[in-house]
């Protein structure tokens, strides 16, 4: 019995070390990630006081600024969620900056999503953050830049962003032909993807598959039966890369409909038609378990000629 207690307060004396240097391990790291990102930001305040050099690499490399007005700030921009730049922005330019020098995170160090980094403006100035997690453990990286101004100068306030790629900002672009896009978008555009950049993206079912028989003319998604055999079947197949199966709808174009809860399968279904030539058009639907439907497209949809 004894050896039995002694054991167990071994496990948990283990257990609680364990902790304790994990959660000294997350500090240290923690610590180590703030110093090198102040480091950074402390080297764009600086390079806005000794600025020459960048203005004359701008005048150098874009012929439409001059000396006077050839640098709009300078900024540490997120790239993705673990790596950033250093950089000296031109003004007009801002989508092609000056490169100073690249930084990746320690391990287990990410930016929060929500932000794109810091820009420091020649004409304003800054008061923003952003946020560094490590094991969940958050620090906000609180910046503030006073521009210097003489008694005609402007002393506006701006939390402006750099422009950056979607993944910069901790977002996904989201294409909304095979996902639906939801949540916080960028504070400016992304530069890859300026207006389907979101915080999540839903994956949508996709239609893999929608035939007939008999067959289809592939080229104009259309099928011709004749009156005497009005009976066409509709094949398909659905693909989903998240989510649960939830129901596949035909609409046949003759007010009449059919659901089933197979991703693959067959729907057979007899025609009417009145006068001598009638046309419908068939429209397959799949919608998975998060109610997130597949989006319409030309192959979606079948046109059925009976005549």
């Known amino acids: 019995m004894r050896t039995l207690v002694l054991f167990f307060k071994y496990i948990i004396g283990a257990v609680l070390g364990s902790i304790v240097l994990f959660l000294l391990f997350r500090e240290a790291l923690l610590a180590y990630t703030v110093i090198i990102v102040e480091q950074d930001l402390s080297s764009i305040k600086l390079i806005m006081k000794e600025s020459s050099a960048y203005r004359e690499q701008c005048v150098q490399k874009f012929t439409d600024i001059t000396d006077s007005n050839a640098l709009a700030g300078t900024q540490l921009r997120f790239i993705d969620s673990t790596t950033y730049n250093v950089e000296a922005v031109c003004s007009f330019h801002d989508r092609d900056p000056l490169f100073i020098k690249s930084r990746t995170l320690p391990q287990f160090a990410t930016k929060v999503p929500g932000s794109s980094g810091v820009f420091l403006s020649t004409e304003n100035s800054y008061k923003g953050n952003f946020q560094i997690t490590i094991f969940g453990r958050k620090h906000t990286f609180a910046v503030e830049y006073t521009r210097p101004t003489t008694s005609s100068s402007s002393t506006a306030l701006t939390s402006q962003s750099p422009a950056t790629s979607c993944s910069g900002w901790g977002y996904t672009c989201c294409d909304s032909i095979t996902g639906v896009p939801s949540g916080d978008t960028p504070g400016t555009r992304a530069i ?115 005549q």
Do not use: M, W
């Open 192 to 306: 890859d993807c300026p207006t389907s950049c979101f915080a999540q993206c839903s994956n949508r079912p996709t239609v893999l598959a929608f035939r007939t028989d008999p067959p289809s003319d592939p080229a104009t998604q259309t099928v011709v039966v004749p009156q005497s055999a009005r009976v066409v079947t509709f094949s398909y197949a659905i693909g989903l890369s998240t989510g649960k199966p939830g129901e596949v709808q035909i609409d046949f174009g003759d007010g009449k409909q059919e659901t089933s809860a197979e991703l693959q399968g067959t729907f057979t279904h007899e025609y009417t038609c009145a006068g001598s030539s009638c046309t419908f058009r068939a429209v397959l639907n799949a919608t998975d378990d998060r109610g997130i439907s597949s989006p319409t497209s030309r192959g979606t949809q079948i046109t059925v000629i009976v």
